[in-house]
């Protein structure tokens, strides 16, 4: 058995291997390579394609509402560092968004080419590559033979099988807007996916309005919803990945009805009042 220590290099390897490939702002990913193609033909690895076409799907499934080619607009939008702001300018968004269409994307699997019709488009894979990767690393240790683990990437928490004592493992559900150790809810699970998507994970306000990451596809700003976080509950992160975002944007009616169309996935949406309402299956601790 490999020692504990080269597993956890071996992950951290992935990790980076993934940025490179995935990053938007790293110079010579695929995904900048095909921002910067100038609406050429890009090659890219199979796995970006997956990838695409997994972003591609939630992209339909939401009516474009969860879009992938959002980066011309959330790259004029600072939510990170120790000063995020400000607000960007009206026009800049507006000229940005005449570009965000997942319709632009055009993927050749056989020709493992990336083309995007509107050289002014911009992806940005931000809202999904974190699950894709946490699967990875999952799949990985599973072919090593690790029993029990616990892959946390920051909002999303991928278990591998159940705990060593073999009972299930238990996971919070975060408090919107406390501290990181409070939880408004548990969860006891095993073996799966839980991915939270929220406004209280990275936000800044300006003149007394608070503006938070997940950006809306339709107006180039935070999206107007109901909610304040979402969970996911589903076998692969990818897809809770996707599906958090979607249903954040979506709102707690539309959401709610979404998630309990897909099999083997559950959900507990967060309102702004701070009340849980958990979808059909949810496994409520």
């Not at 009805?257 to 559950?266: A, D, F, H, V, Y």
């Amino acid at each position: 058995d490999k020692s504990d220590e080269t597993l956890l290099d071996s992950c951290m390897k992935m990790c980076s291997h993934y940025d490179n490939l995935l990053s938007t702002t790293k110079e010579n990913s695929d995904i900048w390579n095909i921002n910067h193609a100038g609406g050429k033909p890009v090659k890219v690895d199979p796995e970006t394609i997956l990838l695409l076409q997994k972003a591609l799907f939630y992209a339909d499934l939401t009516n474009g509402r969860f879009d992938p080619t959002i980066g011309g607009v959330s790259s004029l939008w600072n939510f990170s560092g120790n000063t995020p702001g400000p607000v960007p300018d009206k026009k800049k968004i507006a000229e940005a968004l005449e570009h965000v269409s997942y319709k632009n994307i055009l993927l050749d699997s056989s020709a493992g080419t990336v083309t995007l019709s509107d050289p002014l488009t911009r992806l940005d894979l931000g809202a999904i590559a974190k699950g894709y990767i946490a699967d990875q690393l999952k799949k990985y240790l599973k072919k090593e033979g690790v029993a029990s683990a616990i892959i946390n990437l920051g909002g999303n928490v991928l278990l591998v099988g159940n705990k060593p004592d073999g009972s299930d493992f238990t996971v919070g559900i975060q408090k919107p807007f406390a501290d990181n150790s409070t939880y408004i809810a548990a969860v006891s699970a095993s073996d799966c996916s839980l991915v939270s998507s929220g406004s209280y994970e990275r936000y800044f306000e300006q003149d007394g309005k608070m503006y938070f990451h997940i950006l809306d596809s339709a107006t180039g700003y935070p999206v107007d919803t109901d909610l304040v976080g979402v969970t996911i509950l589903s076998d692969q992160s990818v897809d809770g990945d996707g599906l958090s975002t979607a249903c954040f944007i979506l709102g707690l009616d539309k959401g709610m009805k979404l998630i309990e169309s897909i099999p083997g996935t559950e959900a507990a949406f967060i309102t702004k009042d701070e009340h849980l309402h958990y979808s059909s299956g949810f496994p409520q601790k």
